[in-house]
């Protein structure tokens, strides 16, 4: 599978402001990545599917202009979360598909 | 609507054996993994099941059956390190979709 990076791993930001999250495929040239968030004792919701050099794919749900994700390289995705608010804390994954589903570190968002 | 379905919660005694199930209506099945998730961490990977039947990797094995769209993960001889959250998770088209999850308590 692939080396995954994601940064930063925790982050507390405002609320109102906008905060940027960084996924990285280090070892495999992605088209292709998935984000995920998890809210605590729950399980992984798919968000979306970012997709090189094109627009992401959001699930039904999820609202596309405040959580824009970005994928203009084949090893970098990110995801920035706007206008930040307290029910936006949560933990956000990524996960890049090669051989099965590699997973970053996670980033935990405070929204304060 | 995508439907995956595990227990929320179980609880077992360390050496003993434990069953988690999981029970998926999904629009399309292309696999389906079991991970291990503990509290801020990512997923883990345990096992991947694409055919009928038992895969078996140490002390953890996974069954699926298809035509039923349900799975299981058994745990033998359990230590406390395995309390954690289990997650089972169907492959549809591209895109990995997760069940509930488990969490499980191992006691001593």
């Known amino acids: 599978g692939a080396v995954v990076s994601q940064h930063p791993s925790w982050v507390i930001c405002k609320s109102g402001t906008s905060v940027k999250i960084e996924c990285r495929s280090l070892?495999?040239?992605?088209?292709?990545m998935f984000w995920y968030r998890q809210f605590p004792k729950q399980s992984l919701m798919l968000m979306a599917t970012?997709?090189?050099?094109?627009?992401?794919?959001?699930e039904q749900g999820v609202e596309k202009d405040k959580f824009l994700i970005n994928h203009a390289s084949l090893t970098l995705s990110t995801l920035t979360v706007t206008s930040a608010h307290p029910e936006d804390s949560s933990f956000y994954i990524c996960?890049?598909?090669?051989?099965?589903?590699?997973f970053g570190s996670g980033t935990r968002l405070t929204v304060v | 609507g995508q439907n995956i379905d595990q227990p929320t919660e179980m609880t077992a005694t360390e050496g003993a054996i434990v069953q988690i199930n999981c029970t998926y209506q999904?629009?399309?099945?292309?696999?389906l993994f079991w991970y291990q998730q503990h509290a801020g961490e990512a997923p883990t990977f345990l096992s991947y099941?694409?055919?009928?039947g038992l895969e078996e990797k140490g002390r953890f094995s996974s069954f699926l059956s298809r035509s039923k769209g349900y799975s299981y993960l058994l745990l033998k001889e359990l230590q406390m390190k395995d309390s954690a959250s289990y997650l089972c998770?169907?492959?549809?088209?591209?895109?990995?979709?997760f069940g509930t999850g488990t969490r499980l308590q191992v006691f001593p």
């Open positions: 996960s890049v598909s090669n051989y099965g589903y590699t």
């Open positions: 070892d495999f040239q992605a088209t292709t």
């Open positions: 970012s997709n090189e050099g094109s627009k992401a794919t959001y």
């Open positions: 999904t629009s399309g099945f292309n696999g």
């Open positions: 099941n694409v055919l009928d």
């Open positions: 998770a169907v492959i549809n088209t591209d895109k990995l979709i």
